[in-house]
């Protein structure tokens, strides 16, 4: 994507642009991040130390989880299938390392309590079809979608 002179995002064909979530952050992993609007001010550690904030993953799962929700709910709408009150996604973001490289890998476990199994998969199939964070990873980082 482009940017004007402005530094914002140029629109490219027919794709508009809903929204850009800017941060700053120093220090990499050991250090902070902060939103343009001041929403998200957050403290950074590496996984598994302990140092006071969180990490990418952790951060990862989080966007990922919350926007996967959204995606069931546009499924469930367009398969006129009404969502449980329990609706919720437990996301769990793992970072690998293999000879040296590093990568990540993902399970995305969905609860739809009361749902058939059929009505829920066709849900997180459609809904992981849909959602962005699901494209971004799509071929790049095995992805797991379970039910429980």
């Known amino acids: 994507m482009e940017n004007n002179q402005n530094g914002n995002p140029t629109v490219a064909s027919n794709?508009?642009?809903?929204?850009?979530?800017?941060?700053?952050?120093?220090?990499?992993?050991?250090g902070n991040a902060k939103s343009n609007d001041g929403k998200l001010e957050i403290a950074l550690s590496?996984?598994?130390?302990?140092?006071?904030g969180t990490?990418?993953?952790q951060l990862f799962a989080a966007g990922w989880s919350a926007c996967f929700i959204g995606a069931i709910g546009l499924a469930a709408a367009k398969h006129k299938i009404t969502l449980p009150a329990g609706l919720a996604v437990d996301a769990e973001v793992d970072l690998c390392v293999t000879d040296g490289?590093?990568?990540?890998?993902?399970?995305?476990?969905?609860?739809?309590?009361?749902?058939?199994?059929e009505e829920a998969r066709l849900l997180t199939d459609t809904a992981h079809q849909t959602c962005p964070?699901?494209?971004?990873t799509k071929g790049?980082?095995?992805?797991?979608?379970?039910?429980?």
Not at 15 to 30: A, E, F, I, S
Request: proline fraction near 7%; charged fraction near 20%; avoid cysteine.
């Open 133 to 136: 964070y699901s494209k971004a």
């Open 101 to 117: 490289a590093y990568s990540l890998q993902a399970r995305l476990n969905v609860s739809l309590p009361g749902l058939s199994t």
């Open 46 to 52: 590496s996984p598994g130390s302990n140092g006071k």
């Open 55 to 57: 990490n990418p993953e």
């Open 140 to 148: 790049n980082i095995p992805v797991e979608i379970n039910l429980v």
């Open 15 to 30: 794709k508009k642009v809903l929204y850009t979530g800017k941060t700053h952050t120093t220090g990499g992993r050991d």
